[in-house]
């Protein structure tokens, strides 16, 4: 009796500790008021180290030290510019759903791809689409063009500017405070049924939060 | 005994002799009481909740199918007070009148009760009247209007009776809805508009798990499966705006899988549709052909196992045209 109580106990520790686990917040919240923000974000195919080597990955510029944090947490001021770099590394391929080809949500429905502006990216065509950034509750919606899966690919994070890579560009207001969800929209958690498990389902990997402080 | 005799059992004088024991005439006696009790409740209770409670019931009047759903659970309740009635009226009768403390009898339960054929009889009769009247109208009420605004399949069995039906196909996707308007152009919007007093078929179908698209204030939810057109109709009566949920735990972002919908005037619905259809134009072209299921394409999919079981002939719509290297 005791000892199923034991038991107990420690498996429900274990799950609050892994329910309540988050990855890391990367702050850009403490520009000065009325400044946009400049947040920089990286893809990469495969995050390279345990506990999930394979999987792909989102990584956050940390602003005060310039070093790339593994999380998709990051939080930025209320009713402020927020000017997003992408840096994407990963191979592309046809979208699921060529919706999700459209630039929506953003300052001027635009975004650009290595500083040419585009609204709709055809997916059937080149390297395709490698993720998306999107902020449903907001509208939001970018597609990360793809690298050719044919070049020396980065597959490790962080990586930098000498593997292969797109640049994409586009800014937003952000609303009042919250946390918003964020997410990918390609089905991009490779061998996971519908290709949606595995980083497609784990925040610090292809979700995470916005969160938006007054 | 003696306290039965005096609360309730008013012996009309004529009982049977049969020393302080008259079982019968007591149940009998305290039955009526009972009745008169749950009669009086009941009709005062019912027409109080369907005059001051009955029109507020959700999800509100906002289309037909949401007027139907409201009119069905005011029935229910209804129908459901005076059984809730009964139940406390019997059980606060009891702990008033048979209580130990006021040297009542050993409370008369199984054996007794089992053999007492007005109780058996009443017993079976009500209840059988009352789950045959419900099956009746339920199955009616599913009947109308327009199918009750839940997902029929995708040969629905009741349709609209109107001649002008507004088709828009609803997407699910890990993890939000698109809504495509076939007839016009076939866009693909995250927006979902609709027209007021038009009859709408909504085709309901996912791109990859199993969603269910529950417009709240227009009473209207069906289930999202992958390769199934599944068909839901209603027609919106007031204009104002309306919440679609995700009903069907479908992932870590589930809670966050919903939007706002409009109901506007066929004029407005007309200029919305028209310039939503011109300013979609460069990426409804790269969109497959409406089909009212699409089979996501192995090289779309970006790996995954659901290539493994799509027939590359299959007549099914393949999402995302041809793709290379799909076989
Ligand atoms: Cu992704
Ligand atoms: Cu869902």
């Known amino acids: ?214 | 005994m003696s306290v039965a005799a005096e609360g309730g059992a008013v012996s009309e004088g004529s009982g049977a002799p049969q020393g302080t024991d008259e079982p019968p005439r007591k149940e009998a006696s305290h039955g009526w009481r009972l009745f008169a009790i749950w009669l009086v409740l009941s009709a005062i209770v019912d027409p109080l909740y369907y005059i001051f409670a009955g029109p507020h019931i959700p999800p509100g009047r906002m289309s037909s199918t949401a007027g139907g759903a409201v009119f069905d659970f005011n029935i229910l309740i209804v129908l459901a007070i005076p059984v809730m009635i009964g139940v406390w009226v019997y059980m606060a009768y009891a702990i008033i009148q048979w209580r130990a403390s006021k040297g009542g009898p050993e409370p008369e339960g199984g054996p007794l009760a089992a053999n007492n054929f007005k109780i058996q009889t009443s017993w079976i009769t009500i209840t059988t009247v009352l789950v045959l009247f419900l099956a009746g109208f339920g199955t009616y009420e599913l009947v109308q209007p327009e199918g009750a605004g839940g997902g029929q399949g995708p040969n629905p069995i009741w349709t609209p009776t109107s001649n002008t039906v507004l088709p828009i196909q609803v997407i699910g996707q890990q993890w939000k809805f698109t809504y495509r308007y076939p007839t016009f152009g076939g866009f693909e919007t995250t927006q979902l508009v609709v027209p007021q007093g038009v009859s709408i078929a909504f085709h309901v179908t996912s791109l990859d798990v199993i969603h269910d698209f529950w417009a709240y204030q227009l009473g209207v939810k069906a289930d999202a499966n992958p390769n199934q057109d599944n068909v839901a109709f209603t027609t919106p009566y007031q204009l104002g705006s309306f919440v679609v949920r995700c009903d069907e735990l479908c992932g870590i972002w589930h809670g966050a899988m919903y939007n706002n919908g409009a109901v506007v005037t066929k004029d407005q619905f007309e200029v919305w549709a028209q310039t939503t259809e011109k300013a979609l134009a460069a990426n409804t072209k790269l969109l497959p052909p409406f089909a009212y299921t699409y089979t996501p394409d192995a090289n779309g999919a970006d790996g995954g196992y659901y290539p493994d079981n799509v027939d590359p002939y299959s007549k099914v719509e393949t999402y995302g045209a041809t793709q290379p290297g799909s076989g």
């Open chain 1, 1 to 214: 009796m005791v000892g199923f109580f034991v038991v107990a106990v420690v498996v429900i520790v274990v799950l609050v500790i892994g329910f309540t686990k988050q990855p890391p917040t990367v702050d850009y919240s403490n520009a000065q008021s009325g400044q946009p923000v400049d947040v920089t974000l990286q893809t990469v195919g495969a995050y390279g180290s345990a506990p999930h080597p394979t999987w792909v990955s989102y990584l956050i510029k940390d602003p005060s030290t310039g070093q790339w944090v593994h999380t998709s947490y990051f939080q930025v001021p209320a009713h402020t510019r927020v000017n997003m770099t992408i840096i994407q590394y990963d191979s592309g391929s046809p979208l699921r759903n060529q919706q999700i080809g459209m630039v929506t949500g953003t300052a001027g429905k635009v975004a650009l791809l290595n500083g040419k502006p585009f609204h709709v990216y055809n997916s059937n065509a080149g390297n395709g689409v490698g993720h998306t950034f999107s902020i449903p509750t907001l509208g939001i919606n970018v597609p990360l063009v793809g690298n050719n899966a044919n070049a020396n690919l980065c597959s490790a994070a962080p990586c930098t500017e000498k593997s292969p890579h797109n640049v994409l560009k586009f800014s937003f207001t952000s609303p009042g405070s919250g946390s918003y969800p964020w997410q990918c929209f390609v089905p991009c958690g490779l061998g996971f049924l519908y290709g949606n498990g595995g980083p497609m389902q784990t925040n610090g990997y292809m979700a995470g939060f916005m969160k938006v402080v007054a």
